[in-house]
């Protein structure tokens, strides 16, 4: 691994929490920062930078939608 690497690994940040409806996953892939989103039992997990932790609780908020067993 190159130094570069392993410091965006270890600055990496990742929220997981399960909404109270469906959310469109496409709309949280695009979240400033975000990496990466996977869906699993219908729990959500999103990781990127710093960044993506408040647009990743703002973007359900803003529709409605409430983010449960929220962990980051």
Known sequence: MTPGLIGRAASSTVISFRPSQ?????????????????ETDRKLVISGTG???????????????????LAG
Not at 51 to 69: C, D
């Open 51 to 69: 960044q993506t932790v408040g647009a990743g609780l703002s973007l359900p908020a803003t529709h409605r939608i409430t983010a449960n067993q």
């Open 22 to 38: 469906s959310t469109a996953e496409r709309e949280l892939a695009e979240l400033p920062g975000a990496a990466s989103v996977q």
